[in-house]
C-alpha cells in the first residue's frame, strides 16, 4: 500500500501530467489582481457553493439533492419565542445579553457544552482531561475551523483528510497556503493503516515534517455519510499522538443519529487533552440561523485560537448565545433533537428506499445506507463524470434535479478524486420530493448510455 501511496502524494516540485489530472476541482483558484494579497488571490473565483446556488435560483422548479440545509419547517421557532421573551423581560439580563460579551464565549453555554459533552462521553472532567478553560465559543463551528487552520498552517502545510471530506474546510486549508492530502476512508471511516502509509509516504518525500493536522468528520461524515467505527476511534488518536499531530475532529453531526447507539468521540480518547481538537456547532442539531459553534481545545490552543478570535471579533454574538443557554436552562434542546431525529429518520429511508427501487437497479451504482447526519453518499459507474463540466450533471437539470458533485469534496492529494460520486442530501425535501428527485436522477443516469 505504501508504494502506491508514495506514487499518489504529489511532489510539489514534479506535477505528472497524471497527477493533474487526479488533482480536485479548483476550490480557491489562485488569479492574478493587483492589489490583492495571496491569500485574497487565492480564495478568488466562483466556489462550488456559490454556482449550485446560481443554479437553484435560476431553476427554482429544481428539486434540490444539493443543498445541506435543515428541514426548515423544524426550525425551533416555539422554543427561541419562549427563549427570547425570557430573555428580555428581565430588564438586566436583556441589557447583558444585548452587550458585547467575551472573547471566549457566554460562560453559562460554555458549561452547558462541557458538562454535555462529559455526559454524551460517559467521562468526569479528571478523565477526559478537561477543564471548562478549554471550551470556546465561535460563530458556527466554520469559525473555529477557519481559525484552527490559521493557528496551525503556513503555506506548504499539510493536512491530512479523509477523502472524501468536508468540502468547505478544504477549501479554508488551501486559502491558507496549505496542502489538502487524502486519505483512504472506508464503510468504517478513515482507514489508520492508510493515515501511516500517507505519513511515510510524505517521510519519503521529505515533507512529513509539513504534516501538522488529520482531519475527520467523525459521526455521519459530510459527504459520505460513514462514522469513524469504535475500533478505529482510539487508534486514530494513538496515531496522531505518536507522530505529535493535531487530530481535528468534526462532531457536526453527531446528535443526528438515527440507529443505533452514540460512540464516544474521538476527543475521549485523548486523555492528556493536548491531541484532538473538536469543532461542534447548534446549526445542524438545533438553528443554522443562531450560528453557534464551539471547540475544545487543547490547553496550548486556547491562547492562539482567542488571539485570533480577538482580532476577528473579540467574541461572537453574545445575544445569540444567551439564547442558546436560555434553551439548555429550560431543558429545550433535547426534546426538540429527539423530534429531529424522528423526522430525519423518515426523509433518510424514503432516500435509501429511493435508492434501492430507481438506482441500484442501474449496474455499478452503489451506495452505503448512513446511520445518522442528513446525507447518501454514491458511487456510480467510474465511466460516468458526475462533475459541474461532465454530461450527468446537465442532463440531471434537464430532470429537474440538483446534485453536489462529488469531485468536490476531494482532497488536493493522496487519493484519486472520485469522479463518478454524488452527494445527496435530504434535509430540506419532503419524502416525496425526495423519492422524485432520486427517480430524476436515474433517468438522468440511464440517459447517457
Ligand atoms: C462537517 C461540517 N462541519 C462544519 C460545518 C459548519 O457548520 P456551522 O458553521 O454552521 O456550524 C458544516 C456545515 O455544513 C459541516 O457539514
Known amino acids: 500500500m505504501s508504494e502506491t501511496l508514495t506514487t499518489m502524494v504529489a511532489d510539489p516540485a514534479e506535477k505528472s501530467p497524471d497527477q493533474v489530472k487526479r488533482t480536485a476541482p479548483s476550490r480557491c483558484r489562485e488569479t492574478q489582481s493587483r492589489g490583492l494579497s495571496q491569500r485574497a488571490r487565492r480564495a478568488q473565483g466562483e466556489t462550488v457553493v456559490s454556482t449550485l446556488m446560481a443554479k437553484t435560483l435560476a431553476h427554482p422548479e429544481l428539486i434540490s439533492l444539493a443543498a445541506g440545509f435543515v428541514d426548515a419547517t423544524r426550525l425551533p421557532v416555539e422554543t427561541m419565542l419562549k427563549a427570547t421573551g425570557a430573555v428580555l423581560a428581565d430588564g438586566k439580563r436583556a441589557r447583558a445579553a444585548l452587550q458585547y460579551g467575551t472573547t471566549a464565549g457566554y460562560a453559562p453555554l460554555r458549561q452547558a457544552i462541557f458538562d454535555r459533552l462529559l455526559v454524551a462521553d460517559g467521562q468526569t472532567a479528571e478523565q477526559a482531561g478537561l477543564t471548562l478553560g478549554q471550551i470556546v465559543i465561535t460563530s458556527g463551528s466554520n469559525q473555529l475551523l477557519h481559525h484552527v487552520g490559521e493557528v496551525l498552517l503556513d503555506p506548504d502545510d499539510i493536512v491530512l483528510c479523509a477523502a472524501p471530506s468536508y468540502f468547505v474546510f478544504l477549501g479554508i486549508i488551501e486559502s491558507l497556503g496549505a496542502v ?38 467523525s459521526y455521519f461524515d459530510n ?46 480518547f485523548d486523555a492528556g487533552g493536548d ?20 471547540g475544545v481545545l487543547p490547553r496550548e490552543l486556547v491562547g492562539p485560537v482567542l488571539a485570533q478570535k480577538g482580532h476577528l471579533d473579540f467574541g461572537s454574538a453574545n445575544f445569540n448565545q444567551t439564547l442558546m443557554a436560555e434553551v439548555f436552562a429550560r431543558d429545550a434542546f433535547d426534546p426538540h433533537v429527539q423530534r429531529l431525529r424522528d423526522h430525519y429518520r ?13 438506482l441500484r437497479p442501474i449496474d455499478g451504482v452503489r451506495c452505503e445506507s448512513p446511520a445518522g447526519g442528513l446525507y447518501v453518499w454514491l458511487r456510480l459507474p467510474e465511466t460516468i463524470d458526475t462533475g459541474l463540466e461532465g454530461p450527468l450533471f446537465d442532463r440531471a437539470v434537464e430532470e429537474g434535479v440538483l446534485y453536489v458533485p462529488g469531485e468536490v469534496c476531494y482532497p488536493r492529494e493522496g487519493v484519486p478524486v472520485g469522479r463518478n460520486t454524488i452527494r445527496l442530501s435530504f434535509g430540506i425535501q419532503s419524502c416525496e420530493s425526495i423519492r422524485d428527485g432520486v427517480k430524476s436522477l436515474a433517468r438522468a443516469i440511464r440517459r447517457l448510455d
Open 346 to 358: 423518515e426523509k433518510m429511508n424514503a432516500a435509501l428506499q429511493a435508492v434501492d427501487e430507481f
Open 180 to 217: 489538502t492530502v487524502g486519505v483512504e476512508a472506508d464503510e468504517q471511516g478513515i482507514v489508520p493503516e492508510a493515515v501511516e502509509a500517507t505519513l511515510a509516504a510524505l517521510e519519503k518525500q521529505g515533507r512529513a515534517g509539513r504534516v501538522k493536522a488529520i482531519y475527520v468528520t
Open 223 to 268: 459527504p459520505s455519510g460513514v462514522s469513524v467505527s469504535s475500533r478505529r476511534r482510539p487508534a486514530l488518536v494513538d496515531i496522531a499522538a505518536r507522530h505529535g499531530l493535531y487530530l481535528i475532529e468534526d462532531v457536526a453531526y453527531r446528535e443526528l443519529r438515527y440507529r443505533g447507539d452514540d460512540l464516544p468521540s474521538l476527543r475521549s
Open 275 to 294: 491531541t484532538v481538537i473538536q469543532a461542534g456547532t447548534f446549526s445542524k442539531s438545533f438553528s443554522p440561523g443562531i450560528r453557534v459553534g464551539w
